[in-house]
């Protein structure tokens, strides 16, 4: 006869087996990445959180790495006196108040005209759906809306991944095609920075296929492994895919670019589809899109959903949060096996100690 203190302690013992058993099954509706690693696509912040706040400032960056981003996308420009600043235009004229400090130069307000103290004087301006807040965020740094430098962005990702352990990348952006100097310089200053491939989510681009072929050269030369992008427009010829360089007007083919880089960063129009992707694939290239801007979750379900189908492998976005969410939404994350097995044996091996103490 067994006492009922032995049939409540038998279902509990039972019940934590059970749960650990429940925890360490693969999810019944655990979502099937089709991208090239199985892994769900990469959330990359366009610009930071920009849809949010004022792009490639220090306040948009800290807030799509909050917002669940695993990726931030640095464009990249040169400055007069030869600093690397993050900002998309050639100009400093949409993105900040250059025009209400200072008198144009050479008929206009080009970045590489500008020395770094005098743009380190601007404020960043937000564009598009941005604003200079966002709620329940307070930027951890100083200034949050100036002109950051190349270096201050990767500081602020490191001192994020010193500080959690997380493997936040970054994704700079050439934006001078085929700028040799350039080159050199953004991958010199990214190894010196730790971010030489050994951790994963970091890669390089360009929309110059020439200049993605010369930063892999750098890359290698250095024993660095980030991920290298060509960016461009898909375009099918003949049933025949290949990726428009927009800097030279020629087409690349999908087998030559495979020569030289690890991955596309193409736009979501012109030929773009999910033969693209499965083509990519076969070569061993990994399909970043750009740019998915949606406002509401409704309109991010109904961007990203086809694309997480098709097998894309990374989204640029202005609005990490909903990227993240879409995400979320598709598969709660199952509990790792390691950390599933102890439960699972603890709660096997009490039920049958107990089985045998009857
Ligand atoms: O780099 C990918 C995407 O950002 C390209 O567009 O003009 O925003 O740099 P853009
Ligand atoms: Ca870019």
Known sequence: MRSSQETGMTRMIATAAAL????????????????????????????????????????AYELAIKMGAQVVEPDLQLTA???????????????????????????????SDFTLAEIKTLTALPTRTASTSYPDYTPSMADPFKVPTFQEVMDLVNAHNAATGAQIGIYPESKVPNNPVMNVQIVNEMKANGFDGSAPNSFLQTFSHEGARHLSELQAALGMTNGVAALGYVIKTDDVYGVYDATTAAISSLDELAGFVTGLGVNLGYDL??????????LGLVVHGWTFRPTTLEAAEAQFLPWIAAGMDGFFTDYPDLAVAVLDGLSPAPVPLPAGLPLLAAGVGALVLVRRRR
Do not use: C, K
Request: charged share 10%; hydrophobic share 50%; aromatic share 4%.
């Open 20 to 59: 650990a058993m429940a925890m360490i099954a693969p999810a019944q509706a655990a979502t099937v990445y089709n991208t090239l690693s199985g892994e769900a696509p990469l959330v990359i912040a366009h610009r930071g959180a920009s849809g949010h706040l004022p792009e490639h400032t220090l306040a």
């Open 81 to 111: 006196d030869g600093v690397l600043v993050a900002i998309h235009d050639a100009t400093l004229t949409r993105t900040t108040n250059v025009a209400e400090l200072f008198e144009p130069r050479n008929g206009g307000y080009l970045v």
């Open 273 to 282: 589809d999910a033969g693209f992707i499965a083509a990519a694939h076969a």
